[in-house]
């Protein structure tokens, strides 16, 4: 059914930046429709992101009062600006350098102190917008601008990491299950928690070109068959689930 | 255009004996702060301290944050959100805040840095004093922009310039610095507080644009976050209702020459100094801070016996006085600028007073004795 989101989306500015293939308008679709479905007041929510391709998410686009910082940082933002006005709606959306490398100390205090935000981290494995340099999140392996034999490092499980600080919910989902990742954002919106949400988002430009992906279908079949839930991971060969990628919620226990 | 008020003083009317410190936390709650959030540094914790109890009884908000560069950029969100907002500090942590501070500029939010300087560069002496961090309150961050910095020399002055940064701040939506010297964060004396304190509100006008205005170094209204007014912020170079525009050379240059001409335009309104028997003075000691005490001292002294000595005391130090400077200079004196570094202000002085200026600078961690100083004004008298 389509839905008319006119209303959530700055009138002046209509174009997106983002790349043929590029995951990230998916999301900005499942994001608002998540806020039209929860019926919440757009006037009443801020929107704080750092810098690179998701930070342009929300920023100028969505039609509520947005705040673009600095490169890592936009956690630190969105505390000021709800502790200062804890009426506010306030979501975080940025990518995973923003938020996870460069604003790791961020994500992981604003986590323990259970401020009141929910962090839409648009993962696309890579930085993106520099030129397809290793992130903290590129998969072992990975080729990059900057690891032309392979990243020889292991990425964040950034779900475990921010449950490990204190994260009251945590959930990953692929753009390519959009409706479990659109019900999982809902989910983290009605709570009054630090709630998380790991949103994959293939980046056909710099990820996929040079990892033998380079068109947006072959990316996209690629997170479809890549992402599995727990139960399809139970009893799955080793070697076979070090290439999957486990989706689903998980919660502070 | 700005909303100017009268309101009842925080504490009760009458005498103190506060430190420096203490002082800059009563004036930020007596100015209308009502978010602080800061990082321990010596000599500025105090700041933090003080402001984590007052917060409390005046329902503010208080947040000790993961470091400097989350404090700063925190401040930043709540002055959004509405707050007047501050955070104190020493040289490692205004160094790491000077991006989010370049942040604050280009997107013209108000808010107030307490800078209690200690001798640096880098860990330096954490314990000792220093007047080192006056080039980077001016340029510490990059690109072409101004700040406000005030420079003050007691404990009075702590909370009459904290409360005086939160008003410059709101009318120009500029950060402010206080340029403490941590002999004066440390600094126990008297001080009054009176039972009125004017403040200043920020401008708001529903609809209008927050980032541009007709005249070329004017100040947009201001709305903040949740009002219903959509607001668009960023960093990077906008148009007068904040979206990016990072192709437009016009959109650039407007922007870059408003938020520098808001402050350079209007200096003869920002900048305040005092003078002390300039009139027939043959060496003019210019000061500021903690060394103008001295400087005071040491001239009152040399007056005493006979010499013609006289003291201007810069309580701004940017934008730079430089007109004044000038003016001075052209009395035809010899200008004697004592300074705890290696001659940040008298690189200024020298660039405007067309007179001779003699350097003394001293960066042992220690305060410049008045006895030191009258040595040096006897040897050029």
Redesign the interface.
């Known amino acids: 059914m389509a839905r008319d989101l006119d209303a959530y989306l700055?009138q002046?500015?209509k174009s997106t930046p983002f790349c043929p293939g590029c995951g990230h308008g998916i999301l900005m679709n499942i994001i608002l429709r998540a806020i039209a479905d929860m019926e919440l007041d757009?006037?009443?929510i801020?929107f704080?992101s750092g810098i690179g391709c998701a930070a342009w998410i929300p920023?100028?686009h969505f039609?509520?009062?947005?705040?673009?910082?600095?490169h890592g940082?936009a956690i630190?933002?969105?505390?000021?600006?709800?502790?200062?006005?804890p009426?506010?709606k306030v979501i975080v959306i940025s990518g995973d350098g923003d938020l996870t490398s460069i604003g790791g100390?961020?994500l992981i205090?604003a986590a323990r102190r259970n401020t009141n935000l929910t962090v839409i981290c648009a993962n696309n494995m890579i930085y993106g917008m520099t030129g397809g340099q290793v992130a903290s999140t590129s998969p072992l392996g990975t080729i990059t601008a900057t690891t032309g034999e392979g990243n020889p490092y292991r990425p964040f499980d950034l779900c475990r990491l921010v449950l490990g600080a204190g994260a009251e919910y945590a959930a990953r989902f692929s753009v390519t299950q959009p409706l479990v990742l659109m019900a999982a954002i809902k989910k983290a919106l009605g709570m009054e928690d630090f709630t998380f949400i790991e949103a994959l988002s293939p980046c056909p430009t710099q990820f996929g070109r040079r990892n033998k992906a380079d068109s947006s279908v072959q990316m996209l079949k690629a997170l479809m068959q890549d992402c599995i839930t727990r139960e399809q991971a139970k009893g799955m060969d080793k070697d076979l689930l070090k290439t999957k990628i486990i989706t689903g919620e998980f919660h502070h226990e | 255009m700005n909303d100017t008020m009268e309101v009842q003083s925080a504490l009760a009317p009458g005498s103190y004996f506060f430190t420096g410190n203490e002082a800059a936390a009563e004036g930020a709650i007596a100015a209308g702060c009502r978010y602080y959030a800061g990082y321990p540094i010596t000599p500025s914790s105090e700041i933090m301290e003080r402001m984590a109890q007052r917060l409390k009884e005046v329902d503010g908000v208080f947040m000790q944050m993961e470091d400097e560069i989350a404090s700063i950029c925190s401040v930043v969100g709540a002055s959004w959100s509405g707050s007047k907002a501050m955070t104190a500090t020493s040289g490692p942590g205004f160094s790491l805040m000077q991006e989010a501070l370049g942040y604050g500029v280009f997107t013209e939010t108000p808010l107030v840095l307490v800078d209690i300087q200690r001798a640096g560069p880098c860990t330096g002496q954490a314990t000792k004093v220093g007047s080192g961090d006056l080039m980077q309150a001016k340029w510490g961050s990059h690109g072409d922009y101004q700040i406000i910095a005030l420079s003050p020399w007691s404990v009075q002055e702590m909370y009459d310039q904290t409360i005086e940064a939160f008003n410059l701040s709101e009318q120009y939506r500029v950060p402010v610095f206080v340029m403490a010297d941590e002999a004066v964060g440390h600094l126990r004396e008297r001080m009054d507080i009176s039972p009125l304190v004017q403040t200043r509100n920020r401008y708001k006008k529903s609809g209008a644009a927050p980032f541009g205005t007709e005249e070329n170094d004017g100040v947009p209204p201001m709305p903040s976050f949740g009002e219903g007014e959509s607001i668009t912020v960023t960093g990077s170079t906008h148009n007068e209702f904040g979206v990016r525009k990072t192709d437009d050379p016009a959109v650039h240059e407007r922007l870059v020459g408003r938020i520098n001409n808001k402050i350079l335009n209007h200096r003869e309104n920002i900048i305040q100094s005092e003078a002390y028997s300039l009139d027939d003075a043959e060496v003019i000691v210019v000061a500021y801070g903690f060394t103008a005490r001295s400087a005071f001292f040491a001239v009152d002294q040399l007056r005493k016996s006979g010499k013609k000595v006289g003291l201007l005391r810069l309580k701004t130090i940017w934008p730079f006085a430089d007109g004044l400077i000038n003016r001075i200079g052209k009395l035809g004196k010899k200008l004697f600028v004592p300074e705890m570094n290696s001659g940040q202000v008298y690189g200024e002085i020298r660039k405007y007073a067309g007179c001779e200026v003699i350097p003394y600078h001293q960066t042992n961690g220690r305060i410049i004795h008045p006895k030191d100083i009258i040595a040096h004004i006897e040897r050029i008298i």
């Open positions: 700055r002046e500015v757009m006037k009443n801020l704080v920023s100028p039609n509520g009062d947005t705040l673009h910082t600095l940082r630190a933002f969105a505390t000021g600006a709800k502790m200062a006005n009426k506010l100390n961020h205090h």
